[in-house]
């Protein structure tokens, strides 16, 4: 079975754009979650989405928004980016999202850097 | 809100030696805790959960057992090997809607040298 994949791996962007990142989840899971990794703040999160729905979110600016499609799949997006938000974003994904507890299962994260 | 504190690193230990990581946090409810790792150039893995108070949860000679009374989780292995050095996180989640939520510990960065 394939694990979470996300695309791209690597992205270098300049301050004032923005950017969009991809996760696929595992296949039969429905929950998705995001985190932000860095050396100063360590594993943050952002948000949970469940069958298209977000169900949970972290303290993070309305710069950062995400959705998830019919088939539960995931983006986030980052507008208007700062040198603070270069960092490693991670996707999790697991069976079930909310009510009960299910593994997440990590993706290898995908590592952007603001000029 | 929900938090976890974590002993800091980095830890170094030889071959064979005795590891423990605490992790202590602070929560309403019962959360679920875990601890994951993280080897260098990999992903997170989950190494092991408990869901409930006094439960023990184990995993590749690691184990960790949820103590309520002392709100903690402390990582122990017996005889760490050098292919254990990597980062660990202690983690929990609030449980009810929000298992989708996991907060984090800082991280300890575990070296194990021949």
């Known amino acids: 079975k394939a694990g979470v994949t996300q695309t791209p791996r690597y992205l270098i962007k300049t301050r004032g754009q923005q950017v969009t990142l991809s996760c696929s989840p595992i296949?039969?899971?429905?929950?998705v979650s995001w985190y932000q990794q860095t050396p100063g703040q360590g594993l943050q999160f952002l948000f949970e989405?469940?069958?298209?729905?977000?169900?949970n979110k972290g303290n993070f600016p309305g710069r950062f928004s995400g959705r998830q499609f019919s088939n539960s799949r995931s983006e986030m997006n980052v507008s208007t980016l700062e040198l603070g938000d270069s960092a490693l974003y991670l996707c999790?994904?697991?069976?079930?999202?909310?009510?009960?507890?299910?593994?997440?299962?990590f993706g290898p994260g995908t590592r952007l850097t603001v000029l | 809100g929900d938090s976890v504190t974590q002993m800091e690193g980095p830890v170094t230990l030889s071959e064979e030696a005795f590891l423990t990581i605490n992790c202590t946090y602070t929560?309403?409810?019962?959360?679920?805790l875990f601890w994951y790792v993280q080897y260098p150039g990999e992903g997170l893995q989950l190494l092991l959960k408990?869901?409930?108070?006094?439960d023990k949860g184990s995993n590749k000679g690691f184990e960790a057992t949820y103590r309520k009374e002392t709100t903690s989780f402390h990582l122990e292995k017996g005889s760490v090997q050098v292919s254990d050095s990597a980062v660990y996180f202690c983690?929990?989640?609030?449980?009810?809607?929000?298992?989708?939520?996991?907060?984090f510990g800082q991280g300890t960065i575990l070296t194990v040298h021949p």
């Open positions: 929560a309403t409810g019962y959360p679920s």
């Open positions: 989405y469940f069958s298209e729905t977000q169900r």
């Open positions: 983690a929990l989640t609030p449980g009810g809607t929000s298992y989708g939520k996991l907060t």
């Open positions: 999790a994904s697991s069976l079930v999202g909310g009510g009960s507890y299910n593994e997440q299962f």
């Open positions: 296949s039969g899971h429905r929950s």
């Open positions: 408990a869901t409930k108070a006094d």
